[in-house]
């Protein structure tokens, strides 16, 4: 890709924003990227100046007003978050930009995980204040599973108490181990005005009142600094690129060229990541940080090909718009316009009118109209290549997560995972006349967010829905009020318990034994069930929680293969309810050690039915343990308000895991059980006369008392 690095950003200093180019309709010009942040780092604030300055808006909208174009939803605008992954489409310097503002809320991280899932790379937002945040460092940790390249913008450095150096050592410490600085900031605080181009060695200023950026010379204050930091930046990308080290030691410097090529290198592996600074409220930084997108951040042409799988073969699809088509549905919405289906186009090329193939359901469906998504805005066009990301309008059974393809070569690609809900309240309609109303609302909110999960208690003939978290329902629960128009009544919060075992038993025999007159039923069963011991690397926080292991030592083929994975397909019917209070069971291993088959009688149904039946007993024989959701809870607090904040913790079982010190406040880190977080938020705005905050991030399951 061409990096032009004599071409300046932009030198206007008048009110006219910079010209825009067409982008070109190839996938090598094509940037699809996600803003990654914590909540109130400037997310939406980045993406709203982004969208400004390519010409994408004529007007700047702010959070605090809710006039932003991502965060449209009545709810965004009331709560002042982004609750919903907003994607938009503009243009700079001749690339096309599909850019996704993602949640930064820990209740919404699914939306985030589906996002990521279709990204080629993402800008991480971070406080210049806070540093590294627990959900930045959440969403940063989401990124690095999916392999996706980042840059980081300090964002905020206007505010009192922000310093670029201590958020890169943040970085440093909490996320990546080479983050490199590319700018050093002109003026601290208040007196922040611009940024120094480490990389070419000039200065970017910008005025209150004027769009554009003043190039000019490094000041005089500055000079010796930034060759300092410049020369800095060059050993550190030296001992990490060997096209840079063996220019550097020809040389003993690093030009200009070979050190930006050498970035966009590193940022592509992922072995450091680029760092640059700016205020987007008042708007200085975005323009490097637009150019640092279109030169250090991968094209669809970029990354590895897509990889799918039919008939239980591995196959590739490049990013080929002459390839056969084939796509991904990573979110479904309902607007007024009909139902959008976002696409990321991984290979070929879909027109309107299309007939495409639902591989998730076998069915095919035609694609009525093709739409580039300006949040809730759409702009029709006829056609979308490989790399691309649209809302397709005329599919109505595509579900998020399924892959759609051209009928004539299929292929499965792998979806998005979700997340199992921890948290439910129960809901009935006020009216009884609603109540088909609420069945309906309920069934479209689970279409559009897959890490929603609605069931109906068989004790209680209750309606449950689950999520990932008190806010996360609410915002669910308001969804259907304001959209549908039903009163629902909600019952208290419960959260989801799991059973584990704590002692295990050997040699359980079940026997399996069934004649009604017809052809009867044998399946005779020997197993044994112990604790999946914890995995310290495990995504569940390593306490075993949700994951099930089954083995065979049975030898001499006296229970043959298939009747063997029919008892694990039976243990894991009998996962659904443990013995203790009808919860989920896991971190179990169970091993089949031994058993018999008749002549006859013997199936694949009788031994699945053996592996249930035995494992319920086995499970009743065993020393079951109950665990509960915890959560870490980072709170931020004034000084005085430390040891009332720390007590009530204590009081809701949580454990303090550590104690930091920042401008004049405290941050206390403690893991509590999530069934004792509920109206957590306002027993700490009275503890502190309303000046506390805090967040939280699952942690996995503890026993529970």
């Known amino acids: 890709m061409r990096t032009d690095l004599n071409r300046s950003i932009v030198t206007r200093s008048t009110v006219d924003r910079p010209a825009v180019s067409r982008p070109a309709d190839l996938p090598a010009a094509v940037r699809n990227l996600g803003i990654l942040a914590h909540v109130d780092a400037g997310k939406t604030t980045v993406t709203e100046r982004v969208l400004y300055l390519t010409g994408a808006i004529h007007r700047r909208g702010e959070v605090h007003d809710g006039t932003t174009v991502t965060d449209f939803d009545s709810q965004e605008r009331d709560r002042g978050i982004t609750i919903f992954a907003a994607a938009v489409s503009c243009s700079w310097d001749g690339h096309r930009i599909n850019l996704i503002d993602t949640p930064g809320h820990v209740d919404f991280f699914d939306e985030v995980e589906r996002s990521l899932r279709v990204l080629d790379g993402a800008v991480a937002v971070f406080d210049a204040v806070a540093g590294v945040e627990p959900q930045s460092e959440a969403v940063w940790r989401q990124a690095d599973r999916h392999g996706v390249p980042r840059i980081a913008f300090v964002n905020k450095l206007d505010r009192a108490g922000a310093d670029l150096d201590s958020a890169v050592a943040s970085i440093r410490e909490r996320l990546h181990p080479a983050p490199l600085a590319v700018q050093l900031p002109i003026g601290r605080e208040d007196g922040f005005t611009g940024v120094v181009d480490l990389l070419r060695m000039r200065a970017l200023t910008w005025s209150d009142g004027t769009d554009g950026a003043h190039e000019g010379p490094v000041p005089e204050t500055l000079r010796e600094d930034a060759e300092r930091r410049r020369r800095a930046l060059e050993e550190a990308v030296a001992e990490l690129h060997p096209a840079a080290l063996e220019e550097f030691c020809t040389h003993g410097t690093l030009g200009a060229t070979t050190l930006a090529a050498a970035l966009r290198d590193l940022t592509r592996t992922g072995e450091a990541v680029v760092v640059l600074c700016g205020s987007a409220y008042r708007n200085r930084g975005i323009e490097p940080l637009l150019q640092a997108v279109v030169d250090y951040l991968p094209s669809p042409l970029d990354v590895p090909a897509v990889r799918g799988t039919l008939g239980g073969e591995v196959q590739e699809r490049p990013a080929d718009p002459a390839a056969p088509f084939a796509a991904l549905a990573f979110k479904v919405n309902s607007t007024a316009t009909g139902r959008l289906t976002y696409l990321r186009i991984y290979s070929g090329t879909v027109r309107k009118g299309d007939t495409v193939l639902d591989t998730a359901t076998g069915r095919t469906e035609r694609i009525a109209r093709l739409v580039r998504v300006q949040a809730d805005r759409h702009a029709e066009t006829d056609t979308a290549t490989a790399g691309d990301i649209v809302a397709a309008i005329g599919l109505k059974a595509a579900r998020a997560g399924a892959t759609l393809c051209a009928p004539a070569a299929p292929l499965v690609l792998e979806p998005p995972t979700t997340a199992e809900p921890v948290v439910s309240v129960a809901v009935e309609a006020c009216r009884n006349t609603d109540t088909e109303r609420l069945a309906t609302a309920l069934a479209r909110l689970v279409e559009e967010d897959p890490s929603l999960a609605v069931r109906t208690d068989p004790e209680t003939g209750q309606v449950l829905l689950s999520g990932m978290g008190e806010l996360h329902l609410e915002v669910a629960v308001e969804k259907i009020r304001r959209a549908n128009g039903v009163e629902v009544a909600v019952g208290r919060p419960q959260v989801s318990y799991r059973e584990t075992v ?92 031994d058993g018999a088959t008749h002549v006859k009688d013997s199936s694949e149904t009788a031994f699945r039915t053996a592996g249930r039946f035995a494992l319920r007993d086995a499970l009743r024989a065993c020393r079951m343990t109950l665990l509960e959701p915890v959560v870490e809870v980072t709170a931020t607090v004034p000084d005085d308000a430390v040891g009332a904040v720390i007590g009530d913790l204590a009081a809701r079982r949580g454990r303090v895991t550590g104690q930091a010190a920042r401008a004049g406040t405290a941050v206390v880190t403690a893991t509590v059980p999530l069934a004792e977080l509920f109206g957590y938020a306002t027993r700490l705005r009275s503890r502190t006369q309303g000046r506390g905050t805090f967040t939280t991030r699952p942690t996995g399951y503890a026993p529970a008392p």
């Open 502 to 593: 704590a002692a295990g038993v050997t040699g359980l025999v079940y026997r399996h034994v069934k004649q009604d007159g017809g052809a009867g039923q044998f399946a005779h069963v020997v197993i044994d069930v112990e604790p999946l011991h914890p995995d310290p690397e495990a995504a569940d926080g390593g306490d075993g929680a949700g994951r099930f292991e089954f083995r065979s030592t049975v030898t001499g083929g006296r229970v043959p293969r298939e009747y063997v994975q029919a008892v694990e397909a039976g243990c894991r019917d009998a996962l659904a309810e443990g013995p203790l209070g009808g919860h989920r069971v896991t971190g179990v291993r169970v091993t089949l050690t």
